[in-house]
């Protein structure tokens, strides 16, 4: 059974950082490419950043120079380290996988606020 865990969301002020982490179990984590997602209330959820298993990485025009995606694989872990945070960075953020199915994880609650 395929799990993906996030953790890592809190509140936080304007311009600070947080690092979310998603673990994932009852896969090979190495054979998978991996993403972020977040939605925001009200609002249709979107990607963040992407990265591959050979290690290349693709962001949202919007999290440019902020967000940097990457993964351990002894950990089955990827991570998002979010700098320079703004208030419209606020949703819950998800971690998903495509492997013969579509896997999420159950969200993270990441709010900036001052």
């Known amino acids: 059974q395929v799990q993906l865990v996030e953790s890592g969301g809190g509140l936080v002020q304007p311009g600070g950082s947080l690092r979310l982490s998603c673990v994932a179990s009852?896969?090979?984590?190495?054979?998978?490419?991996m993403a972020w997602y977040r939605q925001a209330p009200g609002k249709q959820r979107e990607m963040v950043a992407t990265i591959t298993t050979g290690g290349n990485t693709n962001s949202a025009d919007s999290v440019k120079g902020r967000f940097t995606i990457s993964r351990d694989n002894a950990k089955n872990t990827v991570y998002l380290q979010m700098n320079s945070l703004k208030p419209e960075d606020t949703a819950v953020y998800y971690c998903h996988t495509n492997f013969v199915e579509s896997y999420w994880g159950q969200g993270t609650q990441v709010t900036v606020s001052s």
């Open positions: 009852g896969i090979i984590f190495s054979n998978l490419n």
